[in-house]
Structure formats: C-alpha cells, structure tokens
C-alpha cells in the first residue's frame, strides 16, 4: 500500500494524484473502507479515466479501471455503484465491439423479448411520475383543443399505454356539447399491444356510449407509411409523442468520421481535485458540481457539426410529413438531456447527470433490494446507458436532446408553439403533490412543462400547432 504521510488522512488524497496504469495491480485494501461518498467520487474518478482510455484505445488501461470498479460497484448497492455497474458494462461492451466475432458471440444467447421490453416500460410508468404528468397534460390541452368539434382523431405515436386514453374518453363523455365521434390510430411494433389496447378503449367507449374506432398499425416510426393513418376531411386532429421522435435522430455516420477532438489526459485530475474539495450529500450534486462543470460542452455541439443535416435529416422530414396533416394539436414529451454529443466523453459526462438523477429518485421513494427496481434498472436503464456509451451510427437509438432543441426543430418543421392548458399544470402538480416526494418538481418554461427531480429537468412537455 502507497504510504500516507501524516497530513493523508483519507484515501481520497492518495487515489487523487494515482494514474491508472499497466503496473498498478491489484485494488487498494482501503478501496473497501471507503466511506459511501468517497467510494462514489473514486467511482467517477474512475469511470471517466476508463471512458478516456477507451476512447484513445489504451485497452490495457481501460482493463484496469474496469477492474477497479468491478471491485466498487455493485447493481444492488447505493446509487453511485449502482450505476457505476452499468457504465462499467457499457463501456466493456464498446471495447468488445473491436472483436466483432467475439462481441456476438457473447451476446448471441442474449435475447430481450417485446413482451419483457413492454413490462419494463409498464413499471416505468407505475414507479415514476413523468408519463402520468405528461399524459394529464396532453389529455387536458386534446380537451381544449377540441372543443366543439363533432369529429376527432387522435394518433399516438406510441400506443402502448391505454390509461391515458381511458381518461380521455371519459373526460370527453361528459362534455356540455356531448361526445365527439372519437377515433384513435395506435402505432405499436407489437400487435398484441396494440390488440390489448384496442380491447381496452373499446369497452370503455362502450360503457359511456360514446362513438368509437380504434385504428391499429403495427410498424416502426421509422417505417411508418403516413398514409396508413387514414385522416379524413372534417376530422379534428391531434397528435401525442411520447419519447419517440428522438429515436429518428439515428443516422449512419460510416461515410462521414470527422471525430472532433477527444477531452485532454488531464481532464480526469481535474475532475478529481474539483471533487476533493466538496461535501455534498447526494449523487446529483456530486456531478454537477464535478463531472458536468468540470467539462462543460457546448449544448450545440452535435448540431453544429458538418454531420447536422443527416442527423436530422430523418426527424425533418417526419415533422414535415406530420405537418402536411395539418393537425390542430400536437403534444411532445421527450427526456430533457443532452445524450446526442459526438464523442464519448460528452456522452458519458451528460448521461452520468441524468441517469444519477433518475436513480436518486428510485433511491428516494424504492427500497433497494426490490426486484421490479433492479428489473427497471437493468432492462430500461442499463439498456439505454449501454445504447449510448457502447453504440454508434444507426446503432444508437437513445439521442435524447434539450427542448430547445426540440423547439428549434418543430419551429422549422412549421409549427408553431402553444402554451400549455394552465388548468392541466394545476392538474399536474397536483399529481406531483399526491407522491409525497419533495424532489419531484414541475418548471413552466415559455409554455411548456419541464418535469424535474430536485433541480435536474428530466422530461419536457410541449404543445404545437400548425402555422400555415
């Protein structure tokens, strides 16, 4: 063990100035004292040193960090080895890639069903707030929007969810005009959701005797045939996206690699002596006071480049495609992070952010050894983690961005933006209020809903109409 003068009297001022390399051997026996906090700043510490050597190629370094967190983290542990576990994979996956043969076959047994993909997303839903917000404020502004319309159709983007179309139908049953004549188109890859859906919404309409169709397309976004949505001459309507458009950023960059520079050797150092001189209580002020303000990159660095025009190329002309419906409502919900940077080190940085917040707020209202919690971090998180480390060009789905973006985008597409129904904001933070968590926030940005844990924005919620 490094010897520690008398001044040492943590760990945290040894492993500071240690540079990971071929000769370092074994992990510290101190490394298992280390108190929750420090074991946390030595994971980030580590994490980013590994993203560093990764992206340089330095895989014989990149080993040795790995190792070293292996030894730290833990995917039932506190936040911070929680999700170290799940960097740690990503990463290992990205450097597995260079042996293609290798990589598949240790993935080829590796097999994730729709049905389990459609469950995960189902305890998404039931143990955050963020899709029941949404839908309270897309349902509220679809009510307003139509008011006084005999004929409206609603497409969802993502059917997969029938509660928000539950509420719907029976807000809409108790108009003073009466109900409209109601169509829904779903898009789902899986028929039998879309099969259960169509179930569900139609027994409701059933009951309150409202009229009623359910138009099922099973497709990708991608794929989407724009005529399958059969809109009609004198139909109002209205369009509900929830975390979809973002997955039509993906493009094909083999043609195009003018990588930008990566983050200097030093950045790590850095990170560390920022981190050394804080006291911070929770993971989320650990990093944005370390890894994020250590390195801050331009929010428009992946629009920026040469390579702006193909990744949006795919996303402009759906938004267009959307607008030649000429739709008198559409209501966005996508993840308010900045996941869609063109280096590794942007990535990782931004997605340690955001991901340490939405495990902050299973850490805060979830017990740690429950299995539907480990299920949603492994299937849904750890899946989307490793998309965005381990992945490139098509491969990578997760591209999640900033709603200035979004709006920036929709504003191009034609559409104009609305504010939001101020009776669906009283709405929706009522539901906020009823989780008795005092991290979950609500932030009204220009008319749009910016949906918080503590002071991190996680999701944002947006109205849009067409300017003509």
């Known amino acids: 063990m490094v010897p520690m003068s008398q001044d040492e009297s943590s760990p945290l001022q040894v492993f500071s100035m240690m540079s990971l390399s071929p000769n370092l051997g074994s992990p510290y026996p101190w490394l298992n004292e280390l108190k929750s906090e420090e074991r946390g700043l030595y994971l980030i510490h580590l994490l980013l040193t590994c993203a560093n050597h990764v992206a340089n190629g330095c895989i014989e370094n990149a ?11 833990s995917p039932d542990g506190d936040t911070m080895q929680r ?30 069903l729709a049905l389990e993909e459609f469950l995960v997303r189902k305890l998404f839903f039931e143990m955050f707030p963020f899709l029941k917000v949404s839908f309270v404020l897309t349902n509220q502004a679809i009510i307003e929007a139509m008011e006084g319309e005999k004929m409206v159709h609603v497409i969802d983007l993502n059917a997969a969810e029938p509660v928000q179309w539950i509420a719907l139908i029976q807000a809409l049953s108790s108009r003073p005009e009466g109900p ?25 309409a059933e009951k309150l ?18 005529e399958k949505l059969r809109v009609k001459t004198g139909e109002a309507l209205a369009i509900s996206s929830v975390l979809q458009l973002h997955s039509l950023l993906a493009f094909d960059d083999e043609l195009v690699r ?23 209580s929770t993971l989320g002020e650990l990093l944005e006071k370390d890894a994020v303000n250590a390195y801050s990159p331009s ?17 402009d002309a759906f938004l267009n495609a959307l607008w030649g419906l000429s739709p008198k409502l559409m209501v966005v919900t996508e993840q308010d992070s900045n996941h869609n940077g063109s280096t590794l080190m942007e990535r990782l940085l931004e997605s340690l952010y955001s991901y340490a917040a939405l495990f902050d707020c299973l850490e805060s209202t979830v017990p740690r050894a429950s299995m539907e919690r480990l299920k949603l971090e492994k299937m849904l998180f750890g899946s989307e983690i490793k998309n965005i480390i381990s992945c490139e060009g098509a491969e990578r789905k997760e591209r999640h961005e900033k709603l200035e973006k979004w709006i920036q985008r929709l504003d191009l597409a034609g559409f ?9 904001m009283l709405q929706a933070r009522r539901l906020l209020q ?19 844990w503590q002071d991190r924005p996680l999701f944002s919620v947006s109205a849009w109409r067409c300017r003509k």
């Not at 169509?183 to 890859?189: D, L, M, N």
């Not at 005797?209 to 724009?226: A, G």
């Not at 920026?304 to 190329?313: K, Q």
């Open 63 to 73: 080993n040795i960090a790995l190792e070293q967190i292996s030894q730290l983290a």
């Open 83 to 112: 999700i170290a576990a799940y960097f740690t994979e990503a990463l290992a996956d990205r450097i597995l890639k260079a042996w293609p043969g290798l990589h598949k076959a240790l993935n080829s047994t590796r097999v994730t």
């Open 180 to 204: 409209p004549h109601l169509k829904i188109t779903g898009i789902h890859q899986q028929k039998e959701v879309l099969d259960q859906m169509a179930h569900r919404l139609t027994e409701e």
């Open 209 to 226: 005797d409202i009229p009623f169709q359910f138009n099922p397309i099973v497709s990708k976004l991608e794929d989407l045939d724009i």
């Open 258 to 280: 003018n990588k930008s520079p990566l983050a200097s050797k030093n950045l790590n150092g850095i990170h560390m002596q920022r981190a050394l001189q804080m006291n911070q």
């Open 299 to 315: 929010p428009d660095s992946a629009s920026s480049s040469p390579l702006s025009s193909m990744v949006s190329a795919k996303v």
């Open 416 to 424: 104009r933006h609305i504010p939001l129904s101020y009776y669906g």
């Open 434 to 452: 009823g989780y008795n968590c005092d991290g979950y926030k609500m932030k009204e940005e220009n008319g749009c809903v910016v949906i918080c």
